[in-house]
């Protein structure tokens, strides 16, 4: 079970202009595990999660999902085979409420187009009910199945980025890149979102998570892999990582001698 | 949920209601026509407002797809070649794939330069209409266009025209409001809030654009195959620029932010251009045309100022300050 790759990145390089945001980067995840990845700012973190979800087309490199070949798909196709993500920017649909946003995630596993919806005929109106029911499910397993019809914009940042997993929930993910979930949470909501990751993990779900918060990176992860200027510099089991020379180095700087 | 929806739906009914009952009440073929008048055009500008402000395709070509629905129309009919019913089916087919073929590459393009090359698209369309002579009947136009006639009832007289254009504008209104509000509806919202959400949720960004893009252009054919066999004549002129400012007015003052916003903005306007006429038409009967523009120039700047929104907006605003008020006097009371 622990061995069942579900992603496999070799050799990932995206550069922009002069700048290489990533340098063949390497890594694989196992199904089912908690997987972080750290690094200072501008190390390439983001850019990463964009590379395999498609939002950048990386320059160079694989990345093999369930055994098929992502890199360089479109991202609304390679949302369809299964890897969700959220935004460390949020990036919700700040014009539509709670409810909306998390059906807008259903997106992929719908099908029922603009004559159907427009006459309103009766297997559009199944469908729609049916993402009705599942948005507020993925509300429910987030804890805000009460605020589904409020606007997003009266929401607390907590909750909001709680939104932003419900809504990636939909697609069923079976690889969930998480962009800083942590950023900007109070303690008690960092405690919760720790048991939600968890609650996902067990439905089978992979989480990657990129994050600044050690102290959550550390208790959460079964496996770290740290980036530092577009380069993997280590990877291993938390413990291994606080000790690791490299990272503190990359994280404090030299000692200036 | 049924029970919930039943308010919202009441002033509708209301609204039909009155627009049903209207020749009952005056025979006066003025009011009549000018209600004709805004129904098509009431029904074209919910069209384009949507592209614009609910999708955010800053498109201009409407005028374009209703010129040429009109035209496709009225020249198989004049030529004898189909009956205007028939016309009218044709002429959608050939607009919806005219809209794929300009769509397809054009819809790449953001804000103001899709405006700039739809613009471009609309002053071709008005031209070649002009100059192709033989087919259309140039710039003076196409007379002798039969009226349109669905299993032997011939539409002859205004009321049936009335009639007809607001059936049509009304369910236009039904099958946008029901494509906004499911899934595909969902998805063009979703990417004017956020593109990189939106695909990164599955949403075909290019297919949607273009999924709405062919389908409002669809249905401003039929509107224009409606108003030239309403009109019985056809002119290049009338598909070009002026139309277009009148659509860009009509989606601000009645408010792009629902709907049926814009189709309160042509009623607003047409009756609001029918006073000032009458008016001018007895004290400055030379200067009509100039204070006419400078009337609706002045008014949109003022509407862009006071209340962006448009009516709708203005309308929105309102309901939420009364509700406040409510809610504010039952604390104070209790």
Known sequence: MADETILEVTGLSKHFGGIKALNEVSLTLEKGSIVSMIGPNGAGKTTFVNAITGVHCPDEGSAHFEGRDVAGLPPHSIAALGIGRTFQLEELFSSMTVLENAMVGCHTRSHKGMFATGFSLPRARREEQTIMEEALENLGLVGLREKALSPIKKLPLGERKLVGIARALGMKPKLL?????????????????????????????????????????MGLSQRIIVLNEGYKIAEGPP??????????????????? | MKKENLPATLPWIAIVAIIAALPLITSSSYVIGTMCFIAIYGALAVGMGLLLEMAGI??????TFFGLGSYSGAVLAVKG?????????????????LSYVIGAPLLRLRGFYLACATFGLLVIV??????????????????????LSIAGFVFEKDVHYYYLSWAFCFGQLWFLSNVMGGRVGRAIRSFRDSELASKSMGVNIPRCKLQIFMLTAALASVGGSIYCFYLRFTQPGIFGF?????????IIIGGG??????????????????????????????????????????LIIVILIFMPGGITGWIDQFAAWVKKKIAGSRQVTA
């Open chain 2, 242 to 250: 002026p139309l277009l400012v009148d659509l860009v007015t009509m």
């Open chain 2, 58 to 63: 800053f498109s201009l070509a409407h005028p």
């Open chain 1, 239 to 257: 413990d291994e990582i606080k000790a690791n020379n490299q990272v503190i180095k990359a994280y404090l700087g030299e000692e200036v001698s």
């Open chain 2, 257 to 298: 932010t629902t709907i049926y916003g814009p189709l309160i903005g042509s009623f607003v306007i047409t009756w609001l251009r029918e006073l000032i006429h009458g008016y001018l038409g007895n004290i400055l009967p030379r200067m009509t045309a100039e204070v006419d523009a400078i009337f609706f120039g002045v």
């Open chain 2, 126 to 147: 008005e031209i070649a209409l002009g100059q192709l002579g033989t087919i259309t009947g140039g710039h003076e136009g196409l007379v002798g266009i039969p009226p």
């Open chain 1, 177 to 217: 890149m998480l962009d800083e979930p942590a950023g900007g949470l109070a303690a008690h909501e960092i405690d919760e979102l720790v048991h939600l990751i968890y609650d996902l993990a067990g439905k089978k779900i992979t989480i990657f998570v990129i994050e600044h918060n050690m102290p959550f990176v």
């Open chain 2, 81 to 97: 070649i189909a009956p205007p019913w028939a016309g009218t089916i044709v002429g959608t087919l050939f607009v919806t794939a």
